[in-house]
T-cell receptor, first 110, second 113 residues
Framework: GENVEQHPSTLSVQEGDSAVIKCTYS??????FPWYKQELGKRPQLIID?????GEKKDQRIAVTLNKTAKHFSLHITETQPEDSAVYFC?????????FGPGTRLSVLP | DTEVTQTPKHLVMGMTNKKSLKCEQH?????MYWYKQKAKKPPELMFV???????INESVPSRFSPECPNSSLLNLHLHALQPEDSALYLC????????????FGPGTRLTVT
C-alpha cells in the first residue's frame, strides 16, 4: 500500500520568510496530492491540492510542486504570517483512500 | 455550502456506556468517512461509505459501529469503549470516493473514562 513520509516534523521561520515542507510517496499509481492545515483544536482544512497531470499549482502565497519521477511533492509558503502557524499534513491517494503524512508543525515567529 | 457538521463537540463516556456520534453534510456528496485522530498524529481512516454502502472497514474493533441512514447523514455508534479510544473523531465527505477533495467536519472530542 501507499506510504507517505513528511519532513521536517517541526519548522520555525521568522515572519515574512518562506517555509517549505516536503513529502515523498511510495505508490507510483497515486495521482492526487492534497495539503491540509490544522490549527490547534480545529478541523483539517484543505488549503491546496495537485493532480498528477500538473507539475505546479499556486494560490496566492501558497504553492505546491510535484515531481512524479522522484515521487515527491512540496508545499511552499511565501511571506509567512503568524496565522500560518499550524500543523500541515500532506496526503496521497493510495488506492481509493488518502494516506496522510505524519505532519509538520510550523511556527511563524513574529 | 461546503460545511460538514458534527455533534456533539465533546463527549465523555464510561466504558460501559453506549453513545453515538453524528455527522451531516448537504453538499450532495456521495462518499462519507470516519477518521480517528490521536494527539500530534494524522487522521486514520476507520470507515468509508460510498453511495450509502460501507465499502471499507479498516479492521476497526467491533465496539465501533457505523451507520449511514441516508446520503446526508453518518453515525458512529460506540459501545464498551476503552480509554485508549479517547481521540478526536472526524467525519469527512467528498463528491465521490477516490480523487475528489475531502472536506472535514469539526470533530467530536471523545474521552473514555
Amino acid at each position: 500500500g501507499e506510504n507517505v513520509e513528511q519532513h521536517p516534523s517541526t519548522l520555525s521561520v521568522q515572519e515574512g520568510d518562506s517555509a517549505v515542507i516536503k513529502c515523498t510517496y511510495s505508490d507510483s499509481a497515486s495521482n492526487y496530492f492534497p495539503w491540509y492545515k490544522q490549527e490547534l483544536g480545529k478541523r483539517p482544512q484543505l488549503i491546496i491540492d495537485i493532480r498528477s497531470n500538473v507539475g505546479e499549482k499556486k494560490d496566492q502565497r501558497i504553492a505546491v510542486t510535484l515531481n512524479k519521477t522522484a515521487k515527491h511533492f512540496s508545499l511552499h509558503i511565501t511571506e509567512t504570517q503568524p496565522e500560518d502557524s499550524a500543523v500541515y499534513f500532506c496526503a496521497a491517494r493510495g488506492g481509493q483512500n488518502f494516506v496522510f503524512g505524519p505532519g509538520t508543525r510550523l511556527s511563524v515567529l513574529p | 455550502d461546503t460545511e460538514v457538521t458534527q455533534t456533539p463537540k465533546h463527549l465523555v463516556m464510561g466504558m460501559t456506556n453506549k453513545k453515538s456520534l453524528k455527522c451531516e453534510q448537504h453538499m450532495g456528496h456521495r462518499a462519507m468517512y470516519w477518521y480517528k485522530q490521536k494527539a500530534k498524529k494524522p487522521p486514520e481512516l476507520m470507515f468509508v461509505y460510498s453511495y450509502e454502502k460501507l465499502s471499507i472497514n479498516e479492521s476497526v474493533p467491533s465496539r465501533f459501529s457505523p451507520e449511514c441512514p441516508n446520503s446526508s447523514l453518518l453515525n458512529l455508534h460506540l459501545h464498551a469503549l476503552q480509554p485508549e479510544d479517547s481521540a478526536l473523531y472526524l467525519c469527512a465527505s467528498s463528491q465521490a470516493r477516490g480523487v475528489y477533495e475531502q472536506y472535514f467536519g469539526p470533530g467530536t472530542r471523545l474521552t473514555v473514562t
